[in-house]
C-alpha cells in the first residue's frame, strides 16, 4: 500500500502506563554483575577504567525505577512542537519550533549516537526567540534520525549519511524552507557536512562541533596543541572505540541486549556520556541524571536500541574523501571532546571557514554540558556564517 508522503502531521509523545510499569519492573528485576576490579575511592580518575562502576549505576538505576519522571520529558516535547511526515517510505519525527521573529532563519539541528532530541530541549527555545533582539533568531527543525526515537526504523539497508542528508533537504522543503542553515555534532556534525557539501544551493553555511579532514593530511606545521589533539584522537580510536567496531560490524548482536535489559542499555549509553565529558569523575557533575534518563528512556519505550546501532553499520568511514564544504562554516572544537581536528586540515575540506573556536570547557555532549555557552557559540557562529552570505 503507498502512503502519502506529503503530508506533515502533529504528534504527540504518550507511553503507556503498562510500558511505564514494565520497564520499573525490569529494573527492580534486574541480575548486576560483581564489582569491578579496579575499585577505586570517588571521586577521582581511574575508577571507569574497566567501564560504568558498579556503585554508580546501581544508584541510578534506584533513582531511574523510583523517582524519575518521564511525563516531565513527554510534556516538554509537546510544548515544543513535535511532528512526523513520511519521506521515501520512512517515516521521520521532528521536533519544529517556529520563531515569532519575522528576520528568523530557518536551522536544522542533527543529533548523534547515543543522544537523540532530548541533547536539544534546553536550548531551542533561546535559539528560536533570543532574549536579546540583536541576536539571530531561527526557526528550529531538530529531526530524529532514522532508526532513533519516533522515526521509524528502516527495514532495508542504505539509510546511510547521503541519503540522509538528502532526506533532510526534503524535510526542510516540505516545511516551506528552501534555504536554510545547519548544526551538528557526531553523527550529526556528519550529515551537516554532507548536507553543505552536496546541496550548496540550499543550505547557506554549517555550525558543527566536528570537523573531519580529508585523507592524507601532515602533521607539518602543526602547532603543539594540534599535535596534541592528533594524538588524542588516533588513542580514541585505536584504543576507546570498540563499541564503535561492535555496533559496525555487529549491531544486530548488541542490538538484543540494547532491546531487551533496560540496565544493559543505560550502562552502554552512560559509559559514554562519562567518558566523553569535561568532568573529572562523574557525568552528573555537569549534567543532571534527568537529562541522561531522557535520553536513555527515550531508547527504551521506542526499543532503538539497535536500530539505532545500525548508524555505524551504513556510515562507518563512508564520508567521501573528496567532498569539500564551499559555503560558510564556523566550527567549534571542544577541549574533551573524542575527535579534535586541527584547523590546518580542517581547511583542507571546508574551503570557507568564518569563525573558529576553542573553548576552554566542555565536552562531546555541549549543549547539554555548557548550554548557556552552547548557545551563545552556536548563535555567534551562524550570524558569522549568515553575514558571509550577505
Request: with cysteine.
Amino acid at each position: 500500500m503507498n502512503r502519502r508522503t506529503s503530508d506533515v502531521h502533529a504528534f504527540e509523545a504518550h507511553a503507556t502506563e503498562a510500558d511505564l510499569d514494565e520497564l520499573r519492573a525490569r529494573l527492580a528485576a534486574a541480575r548486576l554483575p560483581e564489582p569491578e576490579t579496579v575499585q577505586r575511592a570517588a571521586p577521582g580518575p581511574g575508577r571507569w577504567d574497566q567501564g560504568v562502576p558498579l556503585t554508580d549505576l546501581t544508584e541510578l538505576v534506584d533513582y531511574w525505577r523510583t523517582d524519575y519522571d518521564w511525563r516531565t520529558f513527554e510534556t516538554r516535547l509537546d510544548r515544543i512542537g513535535q511532528f512526523r511526515t513520511t519521506i521515501d517510505d520512512l517515516g521521520i519525527h521532528f521536533l519544529h519550533r517556529r520563531s515569532a521573529r519575522e528576520d528568523a532563519t530557518p536551522l536544522i539541528m542533527t543529533h548523534g549516537w547515543p543522544g537523540s532530541i532530548a541533547e536539544f530541549i534546553d536550548v531551542i527555545d533561546e535559539l528560536a526567540d533570543p532574549a536579546d533582539p540583536g541576536t539571530p533568531a531561527f526557526h528550529v527543525v531538530a529531526p530524529s534520525l532514522p532508526g532513533f526515537g519516533y522515526s521509524d526504523k528502516p527495514a532495508d539497508t542504505g539509510w546511510g549519511i547521503e541519503k540522509i542528508a538528502a532526506t533532510w533537504v526534503q524535510l526542510m522543503n516540505r516545511l516551506g524552507y528552501p534555504e536554510f542553515v545547519a548544526h551538528g555534532g557526531d553523527w550529526g556534525g556528519v550529515i551537516t557536512t554532507v548536507l553543505a557539501g552536496r546541496f550548496p544551493d540550499r543550505v547557506l553555511g554549517i555550525h558543527t562541533t566536528l570537523a573531519q579532514a580529508p585523507p592524507g593530511a601532515t602533521i607539518d606545521g602543526l602547532t603543539a596543541t594540534e599535535l596534541a589533539w592528533t594524538e588524542q584522537t588516533r588513542d580514541f580510536w585505536v584504543h576507546r572505540a570498540a563499541y564503535a567496531k561492535q555496533q559496525a560490524t555487529r549491531p544486530q548482536t548488541i542490538g538484543y541486549a540494547l532491546v531487551d535489559s533496560p540496565v544493559g542499555l543505560l550502562a552502554w549509553i552512560l559509559d559514554k556520556f562519562a567518558e566523553w565529558t569535561d568532568t573529572h569523575d562523574s557525568p552528573f557533575e555537569t549534567m543532571s541524571r534527568d537529562r541522561i534518563l531522557d535520553d536513555v528512556t527515550l531508547y527504551w519505550l521506542t526499543r532503538t536500541g539497535a536500530s539505532a546501532a545500525r548508524i555505524y553499520y551504513e556510515s562507518h568511514h563512508s564520508l567521501d574523501p573528496d567532498l569539500r564544504v564551499d559555503v560558510p562554516a564556523a566550527i567549534t572544537i571542544y577541549p574533551r571532546d573524542i575527535e579534535k581536528c586541527p584547523r590546518p586540515w580542517a581547511q583542507q575540506r571546508y574551503r570557507q571557514i568564518v569563525r573558529w573556536r576553542t573553548p576552554d570547557s566542555g565536552g562531546h555532549f555541549p549543549s547539554l554540558e555548557v548550554p548557556d555557552f552552547f548557545v551563545k557559540d552556536l548563535q555567534q557562529g551562524l550570524a558569522a556564517v549568515l553575514a558571509a552570505t550577505r
